[in-house]
């Protein structure tokens, strides 16, 4: 088991950025893809961005692209969101997860393949 500790998030204004990080613990950090996923109010929890093991690829949910930017330093155990240009719809509970199994960079958006998660995140945005 992995316990992730997610930092960063807030109230920002249309427009503006923030930054998540999620620092990981328990396992070998480099050995696992992970992914940031977000729940607004009221909706089920949602995919936003996976990375792969070692930062060579990375996967975006079409309404981020060009928007947000997920990173990793496996030196430091830790994944980050680089969210920029936010918007209203941003709002949200965000959360790092890990994959439940090693090895495979293999891009998954359902939260089922994840079985370690961050404990959540508020970023909103106001118009």
């Known amino acids: 088991q992995v316990q992730l500790v997610q930092s960063g998030g807030g109230l920002v204004q249309a427009g503006d950025s923030l930054r998540l990080s999620c620092e990981a613990s328990g396992r070998t950090f480099s050995n696992y893809a992970m992914a940031w996923f977000r729940q607004a109010p009221g909706k089920g929890r949602s995919f936003v961005a996976h990375i792969s093991r070692s930062s060579g690829r990375t996967y975006y949910v079409d309404s981020v692209k060009g928007r947000f930017t997920i990173s990793r330093d496996n030196a430091k155990n830790t994944m980050y969101l680089q969210m920029n240009s936010l918007k209203p719809e941003d709002t949200a509970v965000y959360y790092c997860?890990?994959?439940?199994?090693?090895?495979?960079?293999?891009?998954?958006?359902?939260?089922?393949?994840?079985?370690?998660w961050g404990q959540g995140t508020q970023v909103t945005v106001s118009s």
């Open positions: 997860a890990v994959r439940s199994i090693s090895n495979s960079d293999y891009v998954v958006t359902g939260s089922s393949a994840y079985d370690d």
